[in-house]
């Protein structure tokens, strides 16, 4: 099973201010995704990432966020101006080079904005 | 739009008996579905999937069946063990291709009683 690793685990930031979640899978991957889940509620797709572009992306997934690749391995996503309503569990997943179409899950960074 | 449905949100089962949790898709066009095991602040963990072209996938205790007719499938754990209480998601994503960005429902959380 392919390793993902995220940064932050958690992360506390006050309304307005600007985050960068981080996530470095540990081995060649073609496909890269953010999901987020707010408490009680289901996992979401946020936007999808392939060839250093973005291949599909969410309602959810406003001009507040970006992505990006910025050294070929750390794939991140920034949050630029954050909302009380952004607290929730950010997921970075991969789908492997395998050819294979199952996506695996890093741990996950908690956002809380107060 | 719910396009995958867990429509138990709980379910629970005694230790060594078969543990059953359903899924139901609306959109025809998914053709690769997943069961992921989940706990508390920790990330989706892959546990099996099938593709739309079988109907049915097995993995040591773990077992997913496929009803395209019906838009349905369901795992089978058996036989439960205490370690499989979590919360369990089912999700889908198609045509093959596309983003591959994958819709979950809302979880079922599964609790086997020693």
């Known amino acids: 099973e392919p390793e993902v690793t995220q940064t932050p685990s958690h992360q506390v930031t006050q309304m307005g201010q600007e985050v960068i979640l981080r996530c470095v899978p540990i081995?060649?991957?073609?496909?890269f995704y953010w999901y987020r889940q707010i408490l009680g509620q289901k996992v979401e797709f946020l936007v999808s990432?392939?060839?250093?572009?973005?291949?599909?992306k969410s309602e959810i997934f406003d001009d507040q966020f970006s992505v990006e690749r910025p050294d070929g391995s750390n794939f991140t996503l920034k949050i630029r101006s954050t909302k009380l309503e952004d607290s929730a569990m950010y997921f970075c997943?991969?789908?492997?080079?395998?050819?294979?179409?199952?996506?695996?899950f890093g741990p996950g960074t908690r956002l809380t904005v107060l | 739009d719910q396009q995958v449905k867990q429509n138990s949100p709980s379910l629970s089962v005694q230790e060594g008996r078969i543990s059953i949790l359903n899924c139901d898709y609306t959109?025809?066009?998914?053709?690769?579905f997943l069961w992921y095991k989940k706990y508390p602040a920790e990330g989706p963990t892959f546990l099996i999937s099938?593709?739309?072209?079988?109907d049915k996938n097995e993995d040591g205790r773990f077992t997913v069946f496929l009803n395209k007719s019906a838009k349905h499938l369901s795992l089978h754990i058996v036989p439960s063990q205490p370690g499989d209480s979590a919360v369990y998601f089912c999700?889908?994503?198609?045509?093959?291709?596309?983003?591959?960005?994958?819709?979950f429902g809302k979880g079922t959380k599964l609790t086997v009683n020693p």
């Open positions: 997943a991969i789908i492997g080079t395998s050819g294979i179409r199952t996506q695996y």
């Open positions: 081995s060649n991957h073609l496909y």
């Open positions: 990432f392939y060839n250093n572009e973005i291949s599909e």
């Open positions: 959109n025809s066009m998914f053709d690769y």
């Open positions: 099938i593709s739309s072209i079988k």
């Open positions: 999700a889908a994503s198609g045509p093959a291709g596309g983003s591959e960005k994958l819709v």
